[in-house]
């Protein structure tokens, strides 16, 4: 029985393909949206199965707030929620 992808990769080193194909045209990873699937961190998670962190790979969100306070980011929250509530309104 062959091993799961999980069981494959070693460790101490993993191969990401850069590249994420999509029909006739090739996106680099780390270009892509970060809420993408195939974003590098989320292709690392998801797909391959592994802790992205381990690796040294952080989403960008976690790393564009990380030095904000609890308040900071309560605050950021509510007003994120108020932006979507005014677009759900209009939609």
Same mark, same amino acid.
């Given at each position: @029985?062959?091993? !799961?992808?999980?069981?494959? #990769?070693?460790?101490?080193?993993?191969?990401?393909?850069?590249?994420?194909?999509?029909?006739?045209? !090739?996106?680099?990873?780390?270009?892509?949206?970060? !809420?993408?699937?195939?974003?590098?961190?989320?292709? @690392?998670?998801? *797909? @391959?199965?592994?802790?992205?962190?381990?690796?040294? *790979?952080?989403?960008?969100? *976690?790393?564009?707030?990380?030095?904000?306070? +609890?308040?900071?980011? @309560?605050?950021?929250? #509510?007003?994120?929620?108020?932006? #979507?509530?005014? #677009?759900? +309104?209009?939609?």
């Amino acid at each position: @029985m062959e091993k !799961s992808l999980k069981e494959k #990769i070693n460790p101490e080193t993993i191969d990401i393909p850069i590249w994420w194909k999509n029909g006739s045209s !090739s996106y680099r990873r780390d270009c892509l949206s970060p !809420s993408h699937p195939e974003y590098t961190y989320n292709y @690392m998670k998801n *797909i @391959m199965g592994v802790i992205p962190e381990k690796y040294g *790979i952080y989403h960008p969100y *976690i790393v564009k707030y990380e030095n904000y306070s +609890r308040e900071e980011l @309560m605050s950021k929250i #509510i007003e994120l929620e108020e932006i #979507i509530n005014n #677009i759900e +309104r209009y939609i």
